[in-house]
């Protein structure tokens, strides 16, 4: 793969300076089904976009009604380009439990999970043509959550 610097931007087909402008819908609410995507089908590759964050700050899962607001926009715009599929966030780690099968035996461990300090916070699936769009649409992300990393993966078969 090659390197962040060297990958050309990608037409996300809003203009920056309205988005802010609109109001949008809360982060929590379902989204509505997208329209189709403006591309392909065979063009079309699906990403999972995971953003973490770190759950030993306290405000990790209350964000500021800013940033609701601002997701909500993002979620909006995402949307209207036909790209999202589903988005969502999630609740804290001690609201979850860890299943593993080890030896044929299955371990449940209640969370909170003390082991990790970033923790999944949400995420989105896109269809898109390009791993750099899918980037792009990442980074989005990460602009409106700050200080958050995003995880971009191509789900397998698309």
Known sequence: MTQ?????????????????????????????PAPKPKHNKEEAMRFLLVHRLDETKPDAFAPKPEVFAA?????????KAGVLLAADGVLPSSKGALVAFAGGKRTVVDGPFTEAKEVIGGYAIVQVRSIDEAIEWASRFAEVIGDVGVEVRQIAGS
Request: no cysteine; proline share 13%.
């Open 71 to 79: 997701m909500g926009m993002l979620i909006e715009d995402m949307t």
């Open 4 to 32: 962040s610097s060297s990958r050309r931007p990608v037409d996300l087909q809003l203009p920056r300076s309205t988005r802010l402008q609109r109001p949008g819908p809360a982060l929590h609410r379902p989204v509505a």
